[in-house]
């Protein structure tokens, strides 16, 4: 039984994916597509991908607070306690839910819409610890949308590509391939000598898909 008091039945088969498998491509022109984690919005792409605002734990937060003031004022094991808990729980269960569906739906547009996707292998436990990001990290929900992309690619025959984390995706000019000593965080637009001026984010993610492309066809 979930905290909201709400139950569910999960059911296990075995059985064949009845998806089409894609036939390996030519990565050298293939559709990859570039992600770049972003504190906003999740990700920024290398290219124009139509997708919602992410914040679900922001926007539900007021609320949320409202309803543990309320059980904070219970007498805890009371009746009224146990009832204002599961409104508490219901609460949290609709931010998760709103975030999966979300999830579910750009996932599948990427997977159905690109031969391969192309992400940054960072470790997102702990950027939230060390970079104190935890609120923003756990709330556009990054980890559970690569998850999710890794399988629906997979169940299509395509590929999902890890970058290693050390590869200098925002310093990297992605025009001229100029590497910069310095990027602050707090520049959020990308400068070059060569005239290149964009979203560092947007910058990032396009040399995540070259390289990928890069490792593809290596």
């Known amino acids: 039984m979930e905290p909201s008091g709400k139950y569910f039945a999960n059911l296990l088969y075995e059985g064949y994916s009845c998806e089409n498998q894609a036939a390996e491509p ?33 926007k539900n937060e007021k609320r949320l607070a409202r309803e543990q003031r309320k059980l904070s004022r219970c007498v805890r094991g009371s009746h009224n306690y146990e009832l204002q808990k599961k409104k508490v729980a219901r609460c949290h269960e609709k931010i998760r839910n709103q975030r999966r569906d979300h999830l579910h739906k ?14 940054e292998d960072i470790d997102m436990k702990a950027m939230g610890q060390c970079l104190h990001f935890g609120k923003s990290v756990q709330d556009n929900g990054y980890g559970l949308f690569r998850e999710m992309l890794d399988y629906k690619l997979a169940w299509k025959g395509k590929k999902m590509v890890k970058v290693d984390r050390f590869f200098p995706s925002s310093k990297k000019c992605c025009k001229c391939g100029r590497i910069k000593k310095e990027l602050k965080l707090s520049e959020r637009v990308y400068h070059c000598v060569c005239g290149n001026k964009m979203d560092r984010d947007r910058n990032a993610a396009i040399n995540i898909r070259e390289e990928a492309r890069r490792m593809l066809t290596a």
């Open 26 to 58: 030519d990565y050298s022109t293939a559709k990859i597509l570039g992600i770049d984690y972003a504190m906003q919005g999740m990700a920024v792409f290398s290219e124009k991908v139509e997708t919602e605002e992410a914040g679900f734990f922001r």
């Open 106 to 119: 750009l996932s599948r547009k990427i997977a159905d819409g690109y031969d391969a996707a192309a992400v």
